[in-house]
């Protein structure tokens, strides 16, 4: 089973580490033996999350772009 958030990560090199650098969805895929269909719904899924915390704590797209 995947670990959802390290799929995440790779992807967008979320990591602390400096030297992290983001992966492609198949080089995500290889390293984690999932397909890429499967790291792209993750990586949707985190982002529509990150997306519902933002609406929920009152910002909009409007607000976090024009800051």
Do not use: Y
Not at 13 to 25: E, M, R, V
Not at 42 to 54: C, S, T
């Amino acid at each position: 089973m995947p670990n959802n958030k390290n799929a995440f990560s790779n992807r967008l090199a979320t990591s602390n580490a400096p030297s992290q650098t983001s992966h492609t969805l198949q080089e995500v895929a290889d390293i984690m033996e999932i397909s890429k269909e499967r790291v792209r719904q993750i990586e949707a899924k985190a982002l529509n999350k990150i997306r519902q915390r933002f609406l929920l704590n009152g910002f909009t797209q409007n607000n976090l772009l024009n800051n």
